[in-house]
């Protein structure tokens, strides 16, 4: 039995991952779904980007998990990689799910140079938080009608702090056992920080045939690499 604690990404909580949770469970594996500070359930609580690494670690503690799987997609891939570092040996594998991974001294937005003019105008325009995008942005990710309406429905603006503040690493990320899956639908190519750190021998690729949101999209799929990567 290994203990799955799982954050998403920008905008979402932890009902996004509502249909994997039963299937790891059902495996007889602990699952704990988190919702990060200032999101969904928690929107109004404030947060920078070491809030969220706090939200991981402090659930760790609070549920007295070892042998514990870390798993962020998207965004929440960079609190989920320091995390790991400061759970120590209670730490099994880390999953990073299409994700960012940290970079010392590194926020999200100076990793996309392109991207981040449009990321602080909406932060701009939204008292510091940053807007879930529209409909149209979430198509040709092999989502149903219904499941994107689900995502816009849900979704809440993202604080920006925690998109600005830089991350904090103690030892190189690639010392950590862990598996990057890979989104093929949201574009088939590695961005050069994750194709350099894929050549540890302590880190594992996988790609997966959907999109970028794949606890919606593929679910049973999602759950499957999961689980396999629990036995490594």
């Known amino acids: 039995m290994v203990n799955y604690v799982l954050a998403a990404g920008a905008w979402l909580g932890a009902w996004a991952w509502d249909e994997v949770v039963p299937l790891l469970r059902t495996a007889g594996h602990g699952a704990y779904p988190l919702t990060l500070s200032g999101l969904a359930d928690k929107r109004g609580v404030p947060a920078g980007q070491q809030t969220h690494v706090e939200d991981i670690v402090g659930e760790v503690d609070r549920l007295g998990l070892d042998d514990v799987v870390l798993v962020g997609h998207s965004y929440s891939g ?8 400061r759970i120590g ?3 099994r594998h880390v999953i990073f799910v299409d994700s960012d991974v940290p970079v010392d001294g590194e926020s999200f937005v100076s990793r996309w140079p392109d991207f981040r003019p449009a990321v602080e105008a909406s932060m701009a ?5 940053w807007a879930p995008p529209p409909a149209a942005q979430f198509a040709g990710h092999g989502l149903t009608d219904e499941q994107i ?3 816009v429905g849900s979704a809440t603006p993202h604080p920006g702090a925690t998109l600005t503040e ?6 190189p990320l690639a010392e950590l056992p862990a598996t990057y899956i890979k989104c093929v639908l949201d574009g088939p190519e590695l961005i050069p920080v994750e194709a350099e750190i894929l050549t540890s021998e302590k880190w594992r690729l996988v790609e997966l045939e959907t999109g970028h949101w794949p606890m919606l999209s593929a679910p049973g799929e999602l759950a499957r690499i999961l689980l396999d990567a629990a036995e490594r």
């Open 89 to 91: 040996e209670r730490l």
């Open 78 to 85: 960079i609190p989920v990689g320091q995390a790991a570092e």
């Open 166 to 171: 830089p991350a904090e690493l103690a030892g």
């Open 149 to 151: 309406e689900r995502i």
């Open 125 to 129: 325009e939204n008292e510091g938080f």
